[in-house]
């Protein structure tokens, strides 16, 4: 591990191997890797998920990027070890100058840990803005459907709600908005004509329906 660490450090900055492997220490422990100056000579193996995580985020740190892109840094892990994960990439990243670019899933993860959010739908985006407004006031159908969709704790229902249909491969992207074969708020001017983000409210959507010009009706 600490080799991968010493040579990842030594590509990208003018430092000798011992200052490389100094550098690769103080990360691990930046990232919460108990004895480091040991556990830099250990396998992968050696280590659990949620420690190999925090010695890939050293790994990420170890450039001193401007922009981190954290891709499902949470995948594979149980929940107490995600919220520890994703604690740990905030801090350290705050406190070494970086920003993080998290992609996932997880809404979850989103709403605690973002201060906006970009909704994407067929390699797109449909709706971007601050967390709070695009979680809690979503503007484009498909934010409204993907959060109708989280289950709520406090209502006692048989069925989850869902989003009709299937997402089109990206080969075959529909005509116009490619949201509009599942939107249940389609109408003529979505199947021709593809949106560009448009103001609605605090965020903004690619979606006809915050047209100033919009005259169509839902179908």
């Given at each position: ?33 108990s004895?480091?100056?040991q ?8 280590f ?5 995580q ?12 401007k922009?981190?892109v ?37 809404m ?56 009709d ?9 529909p ?6 074969p ?24 690619a979606?006809?329906?915050h ?9």
């Open positions: 591990m600490g080799q991968q660490l010493v040579e990842t450090i030594q590509a990208h900055l003018p430092v000798s191997a011992a200052e490389a492997r100094a550098r690769a220490i103080n990360l691990l422990q930046d990232t919460g890797i004895a480091p100056e556990r830099i000579d250990h396998y992968p193996h050696q659990s998920g949620g420690m190999r925090r010695v890939v985020i050293a790994l990420a740190l170890a450039a001193e990027p922009l981190i954290a891709d499902e840094p949470t995948t594979a892990l149980d929940v107490s070890v995600q919220a520890q994960i994703i604690s740990l990439l905030k801090n350290v990243c705050a406190q070494h100058g970086a920003a993080v670019m998290l992609i996932t899933h997880d979850g993860v989103i709403a605690e840990t973002c201060d906006r959010v970009a909704v994407m739908y067929a390699g797109r985006i449909a709706e971007i803005g601050p967390v709070h407004e695009v979680i809690n006031m979503p503007a484009h159908p498909y934010t409204a459907g993907l959060m109708a969709a989280i289950p709520d704790m406090t209502q006692d229902r048989e069925r989850l709600n869902q989003i249909g299937a997402m089109p491969r990206l080969n075959a992207i005509q116009g908005c490619a949201y509009n599942r939107c249940p708020q389609v109408f003529e001017r979505c199947g021709h004509e593809r949106p560009d983000l448009l103001l609605a409210g605090a965020t903004r959507a979606c006809w329906l047209a100033k010009d919009q005259q169509g009706v839902t179908a």
